[in-house]
């Protein structure tokens, strides 16, 4: 499935995003006669809610088959997309937590050594913008930033959990851009602040779950500025797949639904290139990752 945070004429929902359009899942409850609702209150409307309700996303597998099952002309209506405003799927995380030179290639541009362990960092949910909505330049950096990664949004409590079981902690998979300010990263001695900026987390757009993904492997995933080709690599290139993420991860602090892991960013980021690349106000920045879409945003100025 494909799942989609939108709004329509200002109201917010979720809604699955189907060939013909998207169907809302609250409404979709309610016209196959079933009204699910969590100790009493109505159905979710908001992505972390279905993540947080322990049966979500089973139920919502079971309102695509009901309707899928349905005659077409007895379906509820679909919205067309140029109708809507996709949002990013999770607007504020509840953690977002990002790994770093997880991509051989992008070590090897960076000049620096495979480490011993995970270098395990966090981007603030305050930096969550959702696709086709533009990036203030930061006033505080001149040395703005690409990274395309594969983001795992977890969709169960996770504790302590083997790389065996992992994906079953695992809702789906989206894409996040780690925009990155690069002086501000280096200089402050650790990356909190270079990696937290408002507007410097990307996500989208859409999750697509963990049944039709699997581990994520095997995906192409691509960065163009302004329609030139900057990051082309493949997710099989992960040094630590999503299993071992989550994993080690879960053995550090828990997991909660509707937290996004940023698996890393492979070779071509801007600052290691030859001569540094950095974002300016109007430039376009689209990432891709196969199966899952596009993630476009603007960068202007602040």
Not at 53 to 76: A, C, H, N
Request: with cysteine; glycine share 8%; proline share 7%.
């Amino acid at each position: 499935m494909r799942l989609v945070s939108y709004s329509m004429l200002g109201v917010s929902s979720i809604g699955i995003q189907l060939e013909n359009g998207i169907l809302d899942i609250p409404e979709a409850a309610l016209r196959f006669g079933r009204r699910y609702t969590i100790d009493g209150q109505p159905f979710p409307r908001t992505m972390l809610q279905l993540l947080e309700w322990e049966p979500g996303f089973q139920v919502v597998k079971q309102i695509l088959d009901r309707y899928e099952s349905t005659i077409p002309e007895m379906r509820p209506l679909t919205y067309n997309l140029s109708s809507v405003k996709i949002h990013a799927p999770i607007s504020r995380p509840g953690k977002i937590i990002a790994l770093g030179l997880n991509y051989v290639d992008h070590i090897e541009e960076t000049g620096r050594e495979v480490p011993k362990y995970p270098v395990v960092f966090a981007k603030f949910p305050s930096s969550v913008v959702g696709p086709d909505e533009e990036v203030p330049h930061p006033k505080v950096t001149k040395k703005l930033d690409w990274e395309v990664e594969l983001a795992v949004i977890i969709g169960r409590l996770c504790k302590e959990v083997s790389e065996d079981e992992a994906l079953n902690f695992v809702a789906g998979y989206t894409i996040l851009n780690d925009l990155s300010a690069r002086d501000l990263q280096r200089g402050d001695g650790q990356w909190v602040r270079g990696k937290s900026l408002d507007g410097l987390c990307p996500l989208g757009p859409c999750i697509v779950t963990v049944d039709e993904l699997g581990d994520g492997s095997g995906l192409k995933m691509q960065t163009k500025v302004n329609g030139v080709m900057k990051q082309d690599s493949n997710t099989s290139n992960l040094i630590l797949g999503v299993k071992q993420i989550v994993s080690f991860l879960s053995h550090s602090f828990t997991l909660e639904p509707g937290d996004v892991i940023a698996t890393g960013t492979p070779s071509g980021v801007g600052f290691a290139r030859d001569p540094p690349e950095f974002l300016q106000p109007d430039d376009e920045v689209e990432v891709f990752i196969e199966s899952i879409g596009y993630l476009r945003n603007k960068i202007v100025n602040n």
